[in-house]
């Protein structure tokens, strides 16, 4: 699976777009790029994920660029709630491809 | 529906004593996971399995076992344990086509091994 680069930390004002970026420069054609959060040591939420296309569900919208090399999570009006460890992850999701590889992640506070 | 629901959700052990986490899931998923994570670090994946009797080794499988006799069960085992154990474990489980959305984790089991 290609290795994702994110940033370690990012605030964000209450009522604001978050926007997380996510760089994957060496992601192959058949992998997808799935986004999670962990709100203070809970389970892992799982976002979206997405493989060309821009995608929107009712949590968030991804961004990815033509070239496919990165991509942007949007919170488009983020919440207290919403301060959470965001990961950015790349793997192909076909049969056999089990492994979920979480690095760091971008931890995301959101100010009042 | 429930999703994911690990038992129990906090326990303490002594060094050398054995115990068994259970993961349940109501959703049909064929593939299930168990995963650590240590204090300011990632998941790791300990163990999985892609159907009902198989089991696989994951990134970090040395002192557990695993087994998924029944399609909705998956339980991890530490045989004695060791205070390095200690972390909060989570279980997940999948769908395994191609586009499918992810992973549903349960709420975790803090463990500590004293």
């Known amino acids: 699976d290609a290795k994702t680069t994110q940033p370690p930390s990012m605030d964000c004002a209450e009522g604001r777009a978050a926007n997380l970026p996510c760089n994957h420069s060496?992601?192959?054609?058949?992998?997808?790029v799935y986004w999670y959060r962990q709100i203070h040591s809970q389970g892992p939420q799982y976002i979206i994920h997405?493989?060309?296309n821009n995608e929107t569900n009712e949590m968030a919208s991804l961004i990815i660029t033509e070239d496919r090399k990165s991509s942007t999570l949007i919170l488009p009006h983020a919440t207290l709630r919403d301060t959470a460890v965001y990961y950015c992850?790349?793997?192909?999701?076909?049969?056999?491809?089990?492994?979920?590889?979480f690095g760091k992640g971008t931890k995301l506070s959101v100010i009042p | 529906n429930a999703g994911v629901t690990q038992t129990p959700k906090f326990r303490v052990l002594k060094t050398g004593q054995s115990m068994t986490l259970l993961c349940a899931q109501d959703?049909?998923?064929?593939?299930m996971y168990w995963y650590r994570q240590d204090p300011g670090m990632g998941l790791r994946l300990i163990h999985y399995?892609?159907?009902?009797?198989?089991?696989a080794k994951g990134e970090v499988p040395d002192g557990y076992n695993v087994s998924r006799l029944k399609k909705q069960n998956f339980l991890l085992g530490l045989e004695s344990a060791a205070p390095s154990q200690t972390s909060v474990y989570f279980c997940?489980?999948?769908?395994?086509?191609?586009?499918?959305?992810?992973?549903?984790f349960g709420s975790g089991t803090r463990l500590t091994v004293v």
């Open positions: 399995s892609v159907g009902e009797g198989t089991t």
């Open positions: 997940a489980s999948s769908y395994p086509q191609r586009g499918e959305g992810g992973y549903t």
């Open positions: 992850i790349v793997r192909d999701s076909g049969a056999g491809s089990y492994q979920l590889t």
């Open positions: 959703m049909n998923h064929e593939y």
């Open positions: 060496t992601i192959s054609g058949n992998e997808y």
């Open positions: 997405g493989l060309k």
